[in-house]
């Protein structure tokens, strides 16, 4: 990887650069899924990058390609919704910077149109930002141990769901020292490209046609659609699956808590599932 | 009103000062509800190692938060995505998942663009 050229225009797909290295991954997952979930996490044979700037500015490159593109997208849209619904520049760049949370930037704005307390926005929006704790939670793990440390409370808050989503792939070819280093790079680049797009979208707000403004509204879902595809532990392909199922059925149930919900009824089947039987299966099936 | 007109009466207006203290009181109180979130699974996340049976279920249910959230915003969505068609919305991710599915090197940016410009050409159409 490192002594390959990176197409900055490729985000996902840069860690399979050769044929021979495609072939590893391949086997790899044929291999058991016991020690599938050991080599994504754990050991990495082959070192990706020489130093942590090498894998700051890898970060930054992958960084430049869909995760912008959606982040940007995602932010212009708020931009625009700033705009027409009677918010200043500054305030609503501000938000974009100091939340860094798409879905929970969209409560505020709402809760403040209709007059609620501060109170009531601080508790609606902290239930909004409630992935991020089991995000940060499966993410951190991964980094090395010298890196698990106070310096993480800044850090954490470059994180958003694309940056995580991304890391959780890549870090499965970065040698632990340099996770840490990419993950901001990433995230970085991340946050800082959502102060460009809430400020082009404020300033464009209402000019633009319908065609592009759907364009921009579906590149978001898309995107996530698109990283399932690259998920390679089973375990974790079922919680998806079932996610997908209990997502609507308690959507339509109660709105407010439905992804809280939909994540622990789909998530805890889905994890004994695939302890009581896929994993008990692989192991009769590898010798 | 033309694009270029419009553009000019927005950036007119754009640096104006709009918001009362009670509005950034209310930013002030998002972020850091916002950060506590972040901070609490940092602090979750020295607890956690990566090959307990917690970090697994943990992991599992993440996913399926995520999942939860995508297929509601492309089935259930609200606003100007609901205008579309649900089986074009589907037809559209198909397609996206197609060229995701059909270059070898599993470039994810190309199947991004075919879906989204997919979507903007239903936009002209609809």
Redesign the interface.
């Known amino acids: 990887m490192s002594a390959s050229p990176i197409d900055p225009n490729d985000s996902l797909g840069g860690t399979i650069q050769s044929p021979a290295e495609r072939v590893t991954s391949e086997m790899d997952t044929i291999e058991s899924h016991q020690s599938e979930i050991q080599s994504s996490t754990h050991s990495v044979a082959r070192a990706r990058f020489t130093s942590n700037a090498d894998a700051f500015w890898s970060g930054v490159r992958d960084g430049r390609g869909a995760p912008a593109m959606v982040l940007f997208a995602g932010m212009v849209g708020f931009g625009a919704m700033g705009r027409t619904n009677g918010f200043d520049l500054w305030f609503t760049t501000a938000t974009s910077f100091l939340m860094f949370a798409l879905p929970g930037q969209i409560v505020m704005l709402e809760m403040i149109l209709v007059g609620a307390s501060s109170l009531t926005i601080a508790l609606a929006t902290t239930l909004t930002a409630t992935r991020f704790v089991t995000m940060t939670a499966t993410l951190f793990p991964m980094l090395h141990e010298r890196d698990r440390n106070k310096a993480l409370y800044a850090k954490v808050h470059l994180l958003a769901m694309t940056a995580w989503a991304v890391s959780l792939k890549e870090f499965q070819t970065i040698e632990p020292k340099h996770r840490l280093s990419y993950f901001v790079g990433l995230g970085l680049l991340c946050w800082l490209i959502s102060v460009p797009g809430t400020i082009v979208g404020f300033l464009i707000a209402g000019s633009v046609p319908m065609p592009i403004t759907l364009g921009l509204i579906f590149i978001n879902p898309l995107f996530f659609l698109l990283t399932f595809t690259e998920i390679k532990v089973s375990g974790y392909r079922l919680a998806i699956l079932l996610g997908s199922i209990a997502g609507p059925i308690c959507y339509l149930l109660d709105r407010d808590t439905s992804l809280l919900t939909a994540g622990l009824i789909g998530g805890t089947l889905a994890y004994w599932i695939d302890r009581c039987w896929i994993r008990r299966y692989d192991q009769k099936a590898s010798p | 009103m033309s ?1 270029t007109a ?2 000019a009466q ?2 007119d207006t ?6 009362g203290w ?21 602090m ?3 607890q ?4 307990s ?1 917690f ?23 609200i ?3 609901a205008t ?1 068609p649900l089986y074009l919305r589907i037809l ?2 198909m397609l ?2 197609g060229v ?2 059909a270059n ?6 190309p ?2 663009l075919t ?3 997919l ?6 159409m ?1």
């Open positions: 694009v419009s553009l927005n950036l754009a640096f104006a000062i709009q918001q009670g509005a950034w009181l209310a930013l002030l109180a998002a972020s850091l509800g916002t950060y506590l979130c972040r901070a609490v699974g940092v979750l996340s020295g956690v190692s990566q090959d049976e970090f697994r279920w943990l992991s599992a249910v993440t996913y399926a938060m995520v999942a939860a959230l995508t297929i509601r915003l492309i089935f259930l969505p606003g100007l995505l579309v559209v991710c996206a998942l995701m599915f070898p090197s599993r470039r994810l940016v199947a991004l879906g989204t410009l979507m903007v050409t239903i936009g002209v609809l």
